[in-house]
């Protein structure tokens, strides 16, 4: 347990830049401080950071076995955010440290993103975007309405399945790959529960919404990019390294794909506001700065429940 005394530590860059978050933290305890620097911590900087705290808000930081051992005093990892693929989750079990976590908070700004982009991607506006910049006056080759669209989502947590909502709206049909479930149960009337490689080779748009592990690591490789059908689009909103990024080059420039948007990258900078990608080079690639769940909107209630993760471990705040 923690009180309204300890020191808690703000790795959280997005917690950090917001006043109304850091008011709200200040209510229910006394000694905080901020990543003021808004630094990407690193194993050895994060150490430093949270030296001597014993609770801390986290964001993409990376809490390791090696974190956990060089910050003895803590005791609460309340995480800013869904994922869960940078804490080693064992070991923080092992050291009694209790990780405060509410999954789906930031699904409808995951899943509206997703949205825009197939859109985007399969109405070819970001494809003639692109080409209007180049003063090229162009009219669409295969402009396609969601409307009886096939759209595959692999992936079907909280995010998953806010995103096949908006596809009934458009009345597309739904097709839907998770390991996690039967693919003989029946969701509804619109979604059908398949293979992996049946929603590859019949969708017209793909999104991922699943978490980095081992297990999706490289989950859409070559192979499996060369059995998507043909002019379909790929969006992931999800983490980078679940797609091979050079195997996604190669079936754009061809024009097996006719579109893809990331959000997400396999190396993503560092301390840095340079990022390189020969992806950036192409008319058909739509990216993001890795900003899907970092609507206004949702850094508040992300920000809100990290809070309230920390109240609940409080004893007398």
Not at 35 to 63: C, V
Not at 126 to 149: F, H, I, T
Not at 186 to 213: C, M, Q, R, W
């Amino acid at each position: 347990m923690i009180n309204k005394s300890s020191p808690i530590a703000v790795a959280s860059r997005s917690f950090t830049k917001s006043k109304e978050l850091r008011q709200r933290l200040e209510q229910n305890f006394d000694s905080v401080k901020y990543n003021e620097e808004l630094l990407h911590f690193d194993e050895e900087s994060l150490i430093t950071f949270l030296n001597g705290s014993e609770a801390a808000i986290i964001s993409e930081d990376k809490i390791t076995k090696r974190v956990i051992d060089g910050t003895p005093d803590l005791k609460v990892v309340s995480k800013f955010g869904v994922g869960l693929d940078g804490i080693d989750l064992e070991y923080l079990k092992e050291k009694n440290i209790v990780l405060g976590w509410k999954p789906g908070v930031n699904a409808s700004s995951v899943a509206e993103l997703a949205l825009s982009y197939i859109i985007l991607l399969l109405r070819e506006a970001y494809q003639l975007n692109r080409e209007m910049l180049n003063s090229n006056w162009k009219k669409v080759s295969n402009s396609r309405d969601l409307s009886g669209m096939k759209i595959g989502i692999i992936g079907f947590g909280h995010i998953g399945k806010k995103l096949a909502d908006y596809f009934s709206i458009h009345e597309s049909e739904v097709l839907v790959y998770d390991p996690l479930i039967d693919q003989k149960e029946k969701i509804s009337d619109f979604i059908e529960l398949t293979s992996l490689e049946f929603l590859l080779e019949n969708s017209d748009a793909i999104s991922i919404h699943i978490p980095l592990l081992d297990s999706t690591r490289g989950l859409i490789g070559k192979n499996e990019i060369s059995k998507m059908k043909k002019g379909s689009v790929l969006v992931n909103l999800s983490r980078g390294g679940i797609v091979d990024e050079s195997s996604i080059y190669k079936a754009l420039r061809t024009n097996h794909l006719s579109g893809a948007a990331f959000d997400v990258f396999e190396n993503e900078p560092i301390n840095s506001e340079k990022f390189n990608s020969r992806l950036l080079e192409l008319n058909n690639f739509f990216a993001t700065p890795h900003i899907a769940g970092t609507s206004n909107q949702t850094i508040q209630k992300l920000g809100v429940s990290a809070i309230n993760c920390l109240i609940d471990e409080c004893q007398d705040c």
